[in-house]
């Protein structure tokens, strides 16, 4: 059985209980997956932002979009519409896919992992972890990797508050530090 279909047919019905709502459309869901790389001014490092975009797809199996400063900072040396960064939005079925292979492959694969702090649930009930290798991944082959960088994993949901957001996460069964 799959993620999506164990939250849907086993998960939902347990936070329902917990958050005591009638309605099954009143329950947290996840909407959708970011994986993120800052390259910065990739002036300093050149082919950072090619290497970033090719890990990406690699990872998620989607063609990266590359992130622009959105204004200039003379003190990051970056100019206005100068790439910064580069991203890959998740839905659907990739989504519950790179889900399932994140919490029962990647996490494991982390040297000296016990459990995620509670602190990377925001305000809103969504979930950051930040990398700073990105050769955990499955799809990534350790030998064959020249540059390392980091990489961020943002979940979104539509929970709007961090205590109905951390019953999902607990659902889904990320493992926390108590």
């Known amino acids: 059985m ?10 939902i019905p347990k936070l329902m209980a917990e958050l005591s709502e009638s309605n099954t459309m009143a329950v947290p869901r996840i909407e959708k997956v970011v994986l993120n790389v800052g390259t910065g001014g990739s002036s300093r490092e050149a082919g950072l932002a090619d290497v970033a975009a090719q890990t990406l797809e690699q990872i998620s199996g989607q063609h990266p979009v590359r992130t622009l400063a959105r204004k200039s900072i003379a003190a990051f040396k970056v100019r206005e519409g100068q790439a910064v960064g580069v991203m890959v939005t998740l839905r659907g079925k990739r989504m ?12 494991p694969r982390v040297r000296d992992f016990r459990g995620l702090p509670q602190t990377i649930i925001d305000a809103q009930g969504n979930c950051s972890v930040g990398f700073r290798e990105h050769v955990m991944f499955p799809e990534v082959a350790p030998d064959a990797v020249d ?10 949901t539509n929970a709007r508050r961090r205590d109905r957001g951390m019953a999902l996460f607990r659902a889904l069964g990320i493992p926390f530090r108590s």
């Open 2 to 11: 799959t993620l999506h279909e164990r939250y849907n047919k086993e998960m």
């Open 96 to 107: 519950w896919d790179f889900l399932e292979k994140f919490l029962s492959v990647t996490l």
């Open 147 to 156: 540059q390392i960088h980091g990489l961020q994993v943002t979940i979104v």
